[in-house]
Nanobody
């Protein structure tokens, strides 16, 4: 059993910053890619950023230059630093971890609201 737990969401004004954290724990033998996804009301869940175990990153075009993903492999933790936040970044943010090459685990989600 693997647990994935996010933290760090909240309410922030446009132009502000937030840092999300996600820790994976449990019966973990090998974690591959980890990533952040988001789902706004009435929309599908979309990828925000992903990072491999080796540190290679990918970002959605809408967040390039504003968001930064990083990870600490010793702690099985991934972070998402979000700067210059916009109202359209408002969504529930979900953490994903791929274990044993193909098994996806998801967190429960954390709400990010960007509003004045």
């Amino acid at each position: 059993q693997v647990q994935v737990v996010e933290s760090g969401g909240g309410l922030v004004q446009p132009g502000g910053s937030l840092r999300l954290s996600c820790a994976a724990s449990g019966s973990i033998f090998s974690i591959g890619a980890m990533g952040w996804y988001r789902q706004a009301p009435g929309k599908l869940r979309d990828v925000v950023a992903t990072i491999t175990s080796g540190g290679s990153t990918n970002y959605a075009d809408s967040v390039k230059g504003r968001f930064s993903i990083s990870r600490d492999n010793r702690k099985n933790t991934v972070y998402l630093q979000m700067n210059s936040l916009k109202p359209e970044d408002t969504a529930v943010y979900y953490c994903n971890a791929v274990v044993a090459g193909h098994v996806n685990y998801w967190g429960q989600g954390t709400q990010v609201t960007v509003s004045s």
